[in-house]
């Protein structure tokens, strides 16, 4: 088994999750990039090798719980531990707009397939990561989650990734009442409007400054933060 901290992180062959794997190598982490297209996997892990980044690759897709199951023992052969699962593949299928989509009009199967990738997979994500983290006493589980699924600042539009982002958070508070505040802790992170092809040529942020929280969440120390939403590193209301 490898002395080094190993991540797995989903949805990495392009986007934030690629800057994240970044910046967790940087920091000395075996940081697996995992994509359900594995060769678009293979493909980002050779921007990474030209950076002397050198990534172990999996496939991984987040809708298929034989895919998790597979990737999760792969690295597990590989490396003998995960520490550090980060659930950071979504879709969002749905226009920015409130008058793109209303939750008026959504189709039930948006809803559904929406779910099973930024809810349902994190979850199976974590199930299948869980008793390896348990046993070594350690683990930081970060969930890309997003400022549309606050409570607090809910708003129209894009329902179905609304609703799925929302539950995500649930999910997060509800794993963290029940591993309690030691040795594992999960967080949430809304990194901002990044500019990647879901946050669109406009957005505010660039990916290093998106990445940053998340990797801050992977790295955090033994009295660090668990069960709770951050941007920027600071909290954020529900
Ligand atoms: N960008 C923003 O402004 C923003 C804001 C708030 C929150 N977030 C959250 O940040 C995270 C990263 O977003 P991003 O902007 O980097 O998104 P992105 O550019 O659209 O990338 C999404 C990634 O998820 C992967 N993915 C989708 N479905 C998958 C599946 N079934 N199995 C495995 N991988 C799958 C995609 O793979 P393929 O290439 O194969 O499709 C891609 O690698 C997401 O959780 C998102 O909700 C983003």
Same mark, same amino acid.
């Given at each position: 088994?490898?002395?080094?901290?190993?991540?797995?992180?989903?949805?990495?062959?392009?986007?934030?999750?690629?800057?994240? *794997?970044?910046?967790?190598?940087?920091?000395?982490?075996?940081?697996?990039?995992?994509?359900?297209?594995?060769?678009?996997?293979?493909?980002?892990?050779?921007?990474?090798?030209?950076?002397?980044?050198?990534?172990? *690759?999996?496939?991984?897709?987040?809708?298929?719980?034989?895919?998790?199951?597979?990737?999760?023992?792969?690295?597990?052969?590989?490396?003998?531990?995960?520490?550090?699962?980060?659930?950071?593949?979504?879709?969002?299928?749905?226009?920015?707009?409130?008058?793109?989509?209303?939750?008026?009009?959504?189709?039930?199967?948006?809803?559904?397939?929406?779910?099973?990738?930024?809810?349902?997979?994190?979850?199976?994500?974590?199930?299948?990561?869980?008793?390896?983290?348990?046993?070594?006493?350690?683990?930081?589980?970060?969930?890309?989650?997003?400022?549309?699924?606050?409570?607090?600042?809910?708003?129209?539009?894009?329902?179905?990734?609304?609703?799925?982002?929302?539950?995500?958070?649930?999910?997060?508070?509800?794993?963290?009442?029940?591993?309690?505040?030691?040795?594992?802790?999960?967080?949430?992170?809304?990194?901002?409007?990044?500019?990647?092809?879901?946050?669109?040529?406009?957005?505010?942020?660039?990916?290093?400054?998106?990445?940053?929280?998340?990797?801050?969440?992977?790295?955090?120390?033994?009295?660090?933060?668990?069960?709770?939403?951050?941007?920027?590193?600071?909290?954020?209301?529900?």
């Amino acid at each position: 088994m490898t002395d080094k901290r190993v991540a797995l992180l989903t949805g990495t062959n392009r986007g934030m999750g690629l800057e994240i *794997v970044r910046q967790l190598s940087r920091l000395g982490l075996i940081a697996v990039l995992a994509a359900r297209d594995l060769e678009k996997g293979k493909v980002a892990a050779v921007t990474l090798a030209a950076e002397e980044f050198d990534v172990p *690759v999996v496939a991984l897709d987040v809708t298929d719980a034989d895919s998790i199951r597979a990737a999760v023992a792969e690295v597990r052969g590989l490396f003998g531990r995960i520490d550090v699962p980060v659930n950071n593949a979504a879709i969002l299928k749905e226009g920015l707009l409130p008058e793109d989509t209303s939750i008026l009009d959504v189709s039930g199967d948006l809803v559904n397939q929406t779910f099973l990738t930024n809810t349902v997979g994190p979850l199976r994500m974590i199930q299948a990561t869980v008793s390896g983290m348990r046993e070594r006493g350690y683990g930081r589980i970060v969930n890309l989650s997003s400022g549309a699924g606050q409570l607090a600042e809910m708003g129209g539009g894009f329902p179905a990734y609304r609703l799925s982002k929302s539950a995500l958070n649930a999910l997060m508070r509800i794993i963290a009442a029940e591993l309690g505040a030691h040795e594992i802790k999960i967080n949430s992170v809304c990194p901002g409007l990044v500019r990647t092809d879901m946050g669109g040529p406009h957005a505010t942020r660039t990916v290093e400054h998106g990445a940053e929280t998340a990797v801050w969440l992977a790295t955090l120390p033994e009295d660090g933060p668990t069960g709770g939403s951050f941007r920027d590193m600071k909290p954020i209301p529900w």
